[in-house]
């Protein structure tokens, strides 16, 4: 997908076995699975093939649909602000699909031997446990403004996802008028799934506050924005350590 | 408890261990040392394309191992 992934494990006296050797693989083979079926960037996946109608959704690995499903239910979530099928080019479900990936690149992680892990892909989080027993993982908050430096901490339980313009320039597309819109500088979601935080995190840095509201309604999900000039508004239960 | 292990995906889908530019360290060495006062483990932000990693903050903590 044209990025990085990078996996940090926790083990209980920092030396491992060939089990959490074995996890890791399992891991890696799930994330390079992810990017050889859905990546847009390589012309003969089957995701770049259903987008030229090569292919229809039935030719396409099964993994496809559900994900494609998936979409269609964080976008009627996100009160159709999250709209893979109004990307140029055809259905994209890229927004989704890095967050999936890297949950379930997770979820192969998860035995005895690894208290803690982290999949953070390209700025996007999927964990769980922590650096310590009952300690979440502290996780820094790019300033958009300043983007060498951290806008705040928050204690992560789940998933973190933050989408916003700064890094790869104007990319994220206003489902309502099809043109690259952002209505905050950036746009961070916490929640139990990187998938679905992935993809409304997409829908808050476009719509700002509309979507912030959405998600504050949300039992397990919570959000920050801060916008171009700097100003932050959040959900009541955003996980700040500092400062906030 | 210790981090033992951080493995990275490459755009072609292989792994590799981190390597970082040269040029690079010092800032990342400044960043790293913000991350380090703030005491944090990962960092969340705009998704960087592979280029932008070696500049990003991550790659500042993994860099250091911190």
Sequence with gaps: ?244 | MTNVKIASLDDGGNFRSQSIDQQSIPLLEQQALQAQSANIQGISGASYTSAGFAQSLQAALSHLGL
């Design chain 1, 1 to 244: 997908m044209g990025t990085v992934v990078t996996i940090d494990i926790y083990t209980e006296n920092g030396r491992y076995g060939s089990e959490v050797t074995l996890a890791l693989a399992r891991a890696r083979a799930r994330l390079q699975r992810a990017d050889a079926v859905f990546s847009t960037w390589k012309a003969d996946s089957p995701v770049s093939r259903l987008r030229r109608g090569e292919i229809t959704l039935a030719d396409a690995p099964p993994e496809v649909a559900d994900v494609l499903d998936l979409c269609a239910f964080a976008g009627e979530i996100s009160g159709g602000w999250f709209d893979p099928w109004a990307m140029p080019g055809g259905v994209d479900p890229t927004g989704y699909v890095k967050g999936w990936a890297a949950q379930g690149a997770l979820a192969a992680l998860a035995i005895d031997e690894i208290s803690g892990a982290m999949v953070n892909a390209a700025g996007d989080i999927a964990s769980f446990g922590g650096s310590e027993p009952g300690a979440p993982f502290r996780i820094g908050i790019v300033d958009p403004r300043l983007p060498g430096q951290l806008a705040c901490v928050v204690g992560l339980t789940g998933a973190i996802a933050t989408s916003g313009g700064y890094e790869r320039g104007a990319h994220l597309i206003d489902p309502h008028s099809g043109r690259p819109t952002t209505r905050a500088a950036s746009a961070s979601v916490c929640g139990p799934d990187l998938g679905l935080a992935d993809a409304l995190a997409t829908a808050l840095a476009v719509a700002g506050h509309p979507v912030l509201d959405v998600i504050g309604s949300l039992d397990d999900y919570e959000a920050l924005i801060i916008g171009v000039d700097g100003r932050r508004r959040w959900t009541d239960g955003f996980p700040f350590l500092s400062p906030d």
